[in-house]
Nanobody
Framework: QVQLVESGGGLVQPGGSLRLSCAAS????????IAWYRQAAGKEREWVAT???????YYTDAVKGRFTISKDNDKNTVYLQMSSLKPEDTAVFYC?????????????WGQGTQVTVSS
């Protein structure tokens, strides 16, 4: 079992930056992937970025060049550095951890943190 706690959300002006954190209750070394998702009001949750156990990173096109996902294994924490924020980035951001178990996997989710981009 892994508990995930997101933090770092808030209100920021367009063009600004925020860094989100996802703190895990146990070591993240054995988690296969950790990802950020977001859900805007009235829309479905969408994938934003992933970092795998080897440190490889992947991004949805909408955030490439603006967001950076990283992790600190010693702190059991994953970060999402967001810059050049746009109003359309406004959403609740969720942290997801996935651990594969044979042919299946188990997902863990945090409670989310609100990011609002507005002037």
């Amino acid at each position: 079992q892994v508990q995930l706690v997101e933090s770092g959300g808030g209100l920021v002006q367009p063009g600004g930056s925020l860094r989100l954190s996802c703190a895990a209750s146990r070591s993240i070394v054995n988690l296969n992937t950790i990802a950020w998702y977001r859900q805007a009001a009235g829309k479905e949750r969408e994938w934003v970025a992933t970092i795998n156990s080897e440190g490889k990173t992947y991004y949805t096109d909408a955030v490439k060049g603006r967001f950076t996902i990283s992790k600190d294994n010693d702190k059991n924490t994953v970060y999402l550095q967001m810059s050049s924020l746009k109003p359309e980035d406004t959403a609740v951001f969720y942290c997801n951890a996935r651990r594969y178990q044979g042919m299946s996997y188990r997902d863990y989710w945090g409670q989310g943190t609100q990011v609002t981009v507005s002037s």
